[in-house]
T-cell receptor
Framework: DAGITQSPRYKITETGRQVTLMCHQTWSHSYMFWYRQDLGHGLRLIYYSAAADITDKGEVPDGYVVSRSKTENFPLTLESATRSQTSVYFC????????FGPGTRLTVL | AQSVSQHNHHVILSEAASLELGCNYSYGGTVNLFWYVQYPGQHLQLLLKYFSGDPLVKGIKGFEAEFIKSKFSFNLRKPSVQWSDTAEYFCAVNAGAGNNRKLIWGLGTSLAVNP
């Protein structure tokens, strides 16, 4: 089915561990985005990508790494998870409009 | 810096009441404007968007929004809300109208509709 998917949907990890959140879209959109959503802060952009092999920092990139070797995939890696990275993470892809994945709820203990 | 302001953080209404949520942005050039809705526990879904043309835009589920360029506003309206409209509503702006697809987001308005 066409759309945008994220995995895992829920993840519990420990401080210091590496975690990778996956995002896959089937629309062949050039642009993809990673956001985190926290109470009181709304949506904050972590990283975005204009095309394969082109990525750029958003508002809150520290502690995160992204890659985009294929147009359809845009994984987000937390290199050494911290408790402050407990959040809901949304991936989005965009033609002229951003469409969102279902989200990943990450808890860092 | 460019910004989006949603004036109402929390709104409580009774069913059948009319709704208007404010959204103002700070950018003097061409903009694309969006309203998204997030139902409890779900992801953001597009309600409506404005790129050009008629400044009164109709979206899904009976929502509409009016772009007033002189006021830098894009307010969301619905004449009669339902309990199922309980959700978080986000206004977003693409300043420069599409150059990099990045959106500037408001902090959201939480709407609770009492049955």
């Amino acid at each position: 089915d066409a759309g945008i998917t994220q995995s895992p949907r829920y993840k519990i990890t420990e401080t210091g561990r590496q975690v990778t959140l996956m995002c896959h879209q089937t629309w062949s959109h050039s642009y993809m985005f990673w956001y985190r959503q926290d109470l009181g802060h709304g949506l904050r952009l972590i990283y975005y990508s204009a095309a394969a092999d082109i990525t750029d920092k958003g508002e809150v990139p520290d502690g995160y790494v992204v890659s985009r070797s294929k147009t359809e995939n845009f994984p987000l890696t937390l290199e050494s998870a911290t408790r402050s990275q407990t959040s809901v993470y949304f991936c989005a892809s965009s033609g002229d409009t951003q469409y969102f994945g279902p989200g990943t709820r990450l808890t860092v203990l | 810096a460019q910004s989006v302001s949603q004036h109402n953080h929390h709104v409580i209404l009774s069913e059948a009441a009319s709704l208007e949520l404010g959204c103002n942005y700070s950018y003097g050039g061409t903009v694309n404007l969006f309203w998204y809705v997030q139902y409890p526990g779900q992801h953001l879904q597009l309600l409506l968007k404005y790129f050009s043309g008629d400044p009164l835009v109709k979206g899904i589920k009976g929502f509409e929004a009016e772009f007033i360029k002189s006021k830098f506003s894009f307010n969301l309206r619905k004449p009669s809300v339902q309990w199922s409209d309980t959700a978080e509503y986000f206004c977003a702006v693409n300043a420069g109208a599409g150059n990099n697809r990045k959106l500037i987001w408001g902090l959201g308005t939480s709407l609770a509709v009492n049955p």
